[in-house]
């Protein structure tokens, strides 16, 4: 499976971006997706995840009400809409997809992107 992340780029705080994650490969019946970031100098941070159908959705408190997640199926597609952005939303953007375990900030997926750079500027 391979993971190809886009739309990042430099915004000014306030604005919106949409990031897309498009899947290839073998097709994983079951599998979630999510997203990650990561600041300079920091740790990985868990955003968002959504499970197979699209149904359920669970989003880290830092973007909870400002970043939805979505995806297409038909596709293979999972998106980001990011929205009310801040300057500490700064950091390079991960997709990931892997297997149903733990349903929260917990989860981590077997496959990655590359990253998209995601700029807020104040």
């Known amino acids: 499976v391979q993971l190809q992340a886009s739309g990042g780029g430099l915004v000014q705080a306030g604005g919106s971006l949409r990031l897309s994650c498009a899947a290839s490969?073998?097709?994983?019946?079951?599998?979630?997706m999510g997203w990650f970031r990561q600041a300079p100098g920091k740790e990985r941070e868990f955003l968002a995840i959504?499970?197979?159908?699209?149904?359920?959705?669970y989003y880290a408190d830092s973007v909870k009400g400002r970043f939805t997640i979505s995806r297409d199926s038909a596709k293979n597609t999972v998106y980001l809409q990011m929205n009310s952005l801040k300057p500490e939303d700064t950091a390079v953007y991960y997709c990931?997809?892997?297997?149903?375990?733990?349903w929260g900030t917990g989860w981590s997926g077997t496959y990655w992107g590359q990253g998209t750079q995601v700029t807020i500027s104040s």
């Open positions: 959504i499970n197979w159908t699209g149904v359920s959705t």
């Open positions: 990931s997809m892997g297997p149903p375990t733990v």
């Open positions: 490969g073998r097709t994983v019946s079951g599998y979630r």
